[in-house]
């Protein structure tokens, strides 16, 4: 060995810089991290903490095992700030997405009143045409031995708010009842609402050809009928109504339609609710359909028939469109497969 310098492994008690604080002829592993316990530990003096420490405020520590680990605060915030910062950008971008969405959702509802509201406007003037259709129907209905509606309206215009309430049901509840539903599913329910937006299309889509095939003037515009909208002044189709509205679009009625709709959607949603008020309602939904069908009848807006072609388009959008959660193309009839031939 030369005197000041090492020229062997330096022993247990060598701290940092090379200083030597053992006896000379010791040796000791090569390294620190290999030796059971701490070099500080071994020497009872305590580790420099002036550069190691200070500079990145990250340095470990080194325990009486001689494991080192890392300081809990630096590692701490940063995942805290990271996370934050991850969940402020998936807020940002489930809005972003939510507006996607709401915009996309009212700029096709638009579209399609658009194209009904068109649809209705070119066969307004069919007025020859529609009188005769409607004859025929309460002739067919006569047959039938369905009830009169004349008798059911003149049993009813006995009591003067009886009339005025269905009047006010017919202009006002209608329109503004599907739009709350379609809403309310659009946010709590968001897979029912795309069912029940669908099944709406479809109904109002192949109603709308009805209506331009096969025009029909309204109850209360034949003889023996009264149109109590006009005397009680809450009809949807006298002033600027009646230029907008197709008054021979009677066949099929979508006010009984899409009340049914209505009330099968809430009914749908609400089938595997477990607290008794969500079930009691479940059911009351249904007085909406009937409470309707019994306020176009009593208004002369509807024949019986009409609502009878809505349920039928209600049936044959169900039979065509897949349910919620049911994969595209589930509500159609399977494909029989052809049978196997024996080889």
């Given amino acids: 060995m030369v005197k000041g310098k090492i020229t062997e492994d330096p022993a247990p008690g060598v701290g940092n810089g090379g200083r030597r604080s053992g006896p000379p002829g010791s040796s000791a ?7 059971p316990t701490s070099s500080s530990g071994a020497s009872g003096s305590s580790e420099p903490s002036g550069g190691s420490s200070g500079s ?9 095992s001689g494991s080192a680990s890392a300081p809990a605060s630096g590692s701490a915030s940063g995942g805290g700030t990271s ?3 991850t969940d402020a950008e998936a807020a940002k971008l489930q809005r972003k997405r939510t507006l996607k969405d709401a915009g996309r959702e009212l700029l096709l509802v638009a579209l399609l009143f658009g194209v009904y509201k068109l649809g209705r406007g070119l066969v307004s003037g069919e007025t020859s045409a529609a009188y005769a259709n409607a004859k025929q129907l309460l002739t067919m209905q006569k047959d039938l031995r369905l009830p009169d509606e004349a008798a059911f309206q003149e049993w009813f215009m006995q009591s003067h708010t009886a009339v ?3 009047n006010k049901y017919y202009a006002y509840v209608h329109f503004p009842a599907t739009v709350a539903f379609l809403l309310w599913l659009w946010i709590r329910h968001r897979d029912h609402y795309r069912w029940v937006r669908n099944i709406l299309a479809v109904m109002t889509g192949i109603a709308l050809i009805i209506h331009m095939l096969v025009p029909l003037a309204p109850p209360r515009m034949m003889p023996g009928f009264t149109d109590t909208g006009k005397d009680s002044g809450d009809s949807p189709y006298a002033g600027a109504g009646a230029k907008i509205a197709n008054q021979f679009a009677a066949m099929p009625s979508l006010h009984v339609g899409w009340a049914v709709v ?7 949603v609400w089938r595997t609710a477990t607290g008794p008020s ?5 059911w009351a939904v249904w007085l909406h359909p009937a409470i309707t069908l019994l306020v176009v009848v009593v208004t002369a807006n509807h024949y019986w028939l009409d609502a009878v072609v809505a349920l039928l388009l209600l049936v044959f959008a169900l039979a065509v469109l897949p349910g919620p ?13 052809a049978p196997r031939t024996a080889r």
């Fill in 325 to 337: 959660g049911q994969r595209p193309g589930a509500g159609l009839p399977r494909r029989i497969p």
């Fill in 262 to 268: 209505v009330a099968l959607g809430m009914a749908v």
């Fill in 278 to 282: 969500r079930r009691i309602a479940s």
């Fill in 29 to 35: 592993p090569s390294s620190a991290s290999s030796t």
């Fill in 83 to 85: 996370g934050a910062a």
């Fill in 56 to 64: 990145s405020g990250s340095a470990a520590s080194v325990g009486p």
């Fill in 164 to 166: 005025l309430m269905c």
